[in-house]
């Protein structure tokens, strides 16, 4: 049975704006309160799902949230109609207008951690929704991440969905973002790897000083037991404390792994020799071999893999078992990331092509092309299984294109985002998108 690592992208919500909300998130910060474009940002997305698509790789899509959350500014004691709500937060208490109006559910790395049901006690895929616990404008998005990909991955089957954890900082889990998985093929049995940034009960694991450790072990321990995944298939490792503080608030931005293969900076983690002897040795008792690339900080400093989003890139496994790289055009205008990029690919080593996209709506809010998608190791029956609304075909891009050209604003400020209009906006698009996308009732004004 052929099995496929599905790309399901997180589209670009009507209101994406730089907020600036994202503490540790260098390129976040550094735009704050600039204006945005969430057509164009659409757009870039859908335009890298397309291309994806037409080069033979499966790819999904999956629905951005309801905002403004105007339930969550009842929730912090504004109150009237919801246009009142709105107006009443922007005059009081403008940060949190902002938060609730945040479009990062598009990087739905951040969404869930996802489990193949080739690793699983009970043989079935399963997805536990992030709770974001770090961030408060983050920390509102699971219960409707949850129903959407309840509606996705619908047959119970073939799919089984957990509960966010506790919302408490000792099980602060950021998804996808610190999680990869190595196998021989996407199909067999493979290694799970949690990336986690502090312990939250273990005083002898070190911590950042600067930017918050947002992945904490417990927290990835707590997953991995819910998907029932056996101990000799799952690796912990630490991220290093001083890269966190340098702006890598999410393991991958420091790393990307694919198959076999884990692309790393050299300062990424700590204890990486043990960490990679330990991978090896797990991959090779499931029948793999593990491989591992690292980028010395003298070619590549942390600094320019940050500004450059060069590991938060995709790696993607070609037919004849090579890698192909998508980076962001930040990789191009980056003298010393694209020196090595080229030497990279004519070292005739296993990644042996990058091609470059235009994401600078979503780079700018500190998001890359890693960031956009939520990855799903499917098998032939449960790829039929997923609700066929939401793979990527030429005539769903078509529609999706139109949609975005018909509902999205080409300019956001601050200001903006207290027009209740803005509300009623989203509103319809999104009402338009779950009939596009079949995906039922999921968001909180179709429900209530």
């Known amino acids: 049975m052929k099995s496929y690592e599905v790309n399901f992208d997180g589209l670009v919500g009507p209101t994406h704006n730089y907020g600036g909300l994202s503490y540790g998130n260098v390129a976040s910060q550094s735009n704050s309160q600039q204006s945005s474009n969430p057509k164009e940002a659409a757009l870039q997305g859908l335009a890298k799902m397309k291309a994806l698509m037409d080069m033979g790789f499966q790819q999904g899509v999956l629905a951005p949230q309801e905002r403004p959350d105007v339930a969550a500014l009842r929730r912090l004691g504004f109150a009237g109609s919801d246009a009142q709500v709105i107006q009443q937060a922007a005059k009081e208490a403008m940060p949190l207008l902002v938060a609730s109006c945040s479009a990062s559910s598009m990087w739905v790395a951040n969404a869930a ?35 959407v990909l309840g509606a996705m991955f619908a047959n119970p089957q073939h799919f089984a969905h957990h ?42 694991y070190p911590a950042p000083q600067k930017y918050p450790a947002r992945q904490t072990l417990e927290a990835s321990q707590a997953v991995a037991r819910l998907h029932g995944l056996r101990e000799e298939g799952v690796v912990y490792a630490q991220q290093n404390p001083s890269v966190i503080d340098q702006g890598v608030f999410h393991n991958d931005v420091i790393a990307v792994g694919n198959g076999e293969v884990l692309f790393y900076h050299e300062d990424a983690f700590l204890e990486t020799d043990k960490m990679l002897a330990e991978l090896s040795g797990k991959l090779a008792k499931v029948g793999g071999k593990f491989q591992s690339v690292c980028v010395p900080r003298s070619a590549v400093t942390v600094d320019d893999a940050v500004r450059s989003y060069l590991f938060n890139s995709q790696l993607l496994s070609r037919p004849d078992g090579s890698m192909l790289l998508i980076v962001p055009e930040e990789c191009r205008s980056n003298e010393r990331v694209w020196q090595y990029l080229q030497g990279l690919t004519g070292a005739g080593g ?99």
């Open 163 to 204: 509960a966010a954890l506790p919302a408490v900082a000792q099980f602060g889990d950021e998804g996808a973002a610190n999680h990869t998985r190595f196998c021989r093929a996407y199909g067999e049995a493979g290694v799970e790897f949690f990336v986690f940034g502090r312990s939250a009960f273990d005083t002898r």
């Open 113 to 147: 951690t996802v489990s193949p049901s080739a690793d699983t006690a009970d043989g079935r895929v399963h997805f536990t929704a992030a709770n974001l616990n770090c961030k408060y404008h983050r920390s509102i998005e699971h219960p409707t991440t949850s129903r």
């Open 350 to 448: 296993v990644i042996r092509e990058v091609k470059v996209f235009d994401l600078k709506q979503s780079m700018q809010n500190g998001g890359g092309p890693a960031c956009l998608r939520l990855r799903v190791a499917l098998n032939e029956t449960e790829l039929a299984a997923v609700n066929p609304g939401v793979i990527m075909t030429a005539p769903l891009y078509d529609s999706l294109t139109h949609w975005v050209e018909r509902h999205y604003r080409d300019r956001m400020t601050e200001n903006d985002l207290a027009d209740p209009q803005l509300l009623l906006e989203c509103r319809a698009a999104l009402d338009e998108l779950t009939q596009i996308l079949k995906l039922g009732s999921v968001y909180p004004f179709q429900i209530n």
